[in-house]
């Protein structure tokens, strides 16, 4: 039974996240995943971002066997770090406020995304007692959401019940199947020791994949080939 970590409390490692939010972004645009998300690149350039590998003599100088997406976050986050003030701003202002890390798997990320589910159960331990109304939390390194409040129980059923199974689990259509999903991830002794908490959750119109969408728009595919170019040079010499 692998259990869900406890939140992460530091601040938001830019150069990790942004490998995980590029992904994100330009697979979101392929695949229309986000309404009304404009990202003004070619689909094709898109594409070739996302290939696994990459070689040397290809469309980019990148080092053999980097996949284009960690190269360019890895010169995305140099450029962000260096010029906070201006290019890339927003996201960078974005990720700092941001309180807590959690992931989440499949369905219930695009759950999350979409506004269908809006309360996230989990065991009351840890840093979860920390999570407060008001609080920023980054889900899978590209969700950002806010706390609108937290509300105690003494176990999931309880929870279940009182929330409604549409804001915490949508599509599950019974308490005890709630309860079943639940138990895959913490034991019953746990959750009788320790209660359980529920994150509701909003999504504030500024998102980071929007938002480094921006960059990306504003570099557009010939800026984002001489990053590339110059951020190779550097760590080839």
């Known amino acids: 039974m692998e259990q869900p970590p406890s939140p992460g409390t530091e601040s938001v490692n ?44 290809e469309m980019f100088y990148s080092q053999k066997n980097l996949r284009c997406t960690k190269l360019l976050a890895r010169a995305l986050s140099e450029c962000l770090t260096s010029e ?64 609108q409040d937290v509300h105690h129980y003494t176990s999931f059923s309880e929870m279940l019940k009182v929330e409604g199974l549409a804001k915490v689990l949508p599509g599950v259509e019974s308490i005890e199947e709630g309860v079943r999903i639940y138990r895959n991830f913490y034991p019953e002794e746990k959750e009788r020791m320790n209660g359980v908490v529920a994150i509701l959750v909003a999504k504030p119109a500024d998102q980071p994949y929007a938002a480094l969408a921006g960059v990306l728009s504003e570099l557009k595919s010939s800026g984002i080939k001489s990053l590339l170019d110059d951020y190779t040079a550097q760590v080839t010499l």
């Open 84 to 147: 906070e003030q201006g290019f890339g701003h927003d996201l960078v202002q974005m990720l700092k406020k941001v309180n807590f890390e959690l992931h989440v798997q499949e369905p219930y990320f695009t759950q999350l995304k979409d506004g269908l589910k809006t309360a996230e159960g989990r065991c009351a331990v840890g840093d979860y007692k920390r999570i407060g109304s008001g609080a920023f939390i980054l889900f899978n390194k590209c969700l950002l959401l806010e706390v």
């Open 14 to 57: 830019l150069r990790e996240c942004l490998e995980t939010l590029l992904r994100f972004t330009l697979r979101s645009h392929l695949d229309e995943l986000v309404p009304s998300f404009d990202l003004d690149l070619n689909r094709d350039f898109c594409i070739h971002l996302l290939e696994e590998d990459t070689d040397s003599t």
